[in-house]
């Protein structure tokens, strides 16, 4: 059964950092990429960043890019996403995911996590 679980949400300024984490059970880790998502109140899930299974390539959404960066740590079967100057904008639920291939669209997807609320007060 494959399990993904965030942490790392909470409450910040407009202008914080926080990091993400999302640990992954059930599935063969290195040979997935791992991205994570956000849904604001009333808005549609969108992409936020994906990762290759080595780490060796990233993308990012246009309004994250220069903010957020993704990492991963095979070894520990954990993805995070460590989010800098932070805006009132980017409160939402944020959500990981896993595939066997690079990932934009979330309704390809068939593995995430329960979500790590984030909001950002300005």
């Known amino acids: 059964q494959v399990q993904l679980v965030e942490s790392g949400g909470g409450l910040v300024q407009a202008g914080g950092s926080l990091r993400l984490s999302c640990v992954a059970s059930?599935?063969?880790?290195?040979?997935?990429?791992m991205g994570w998502f956000r849904q604001a109140p009333g808005k549609e899930r969108e992409f936020v960043a994906v990762?290759?299974?080595?780490?060796?390539?990233?993308y990012y959404a246009d309004s994250v890019t220069g903010r957020y960066t993704i990492a991963r740590d095979n070894a520990k079967n954990t993805v995070y996403l460590q989010v800098n100057s932070l805006k009132p904008e980017d409160t939402a639920v944020y959500y990981c995911?896993?595939?066997?291939?690079?990932?934009?669209?979330?309704?390809?997807?068939?593995?995430w996590g329960q979500g790590t609320r984030v909001t950002v007060s300005s």
């Open positions: 995911a896993a595939a066997p291939f690079l990932f934009r669209d979330h309704r390809n997807l068939e593995h």
């Open positions: 059930g599935l063969p880790f290195n040979n997935y990429a």
């Open positions: 990762i290759s299974w080595s780490g060796g390539s990233t």
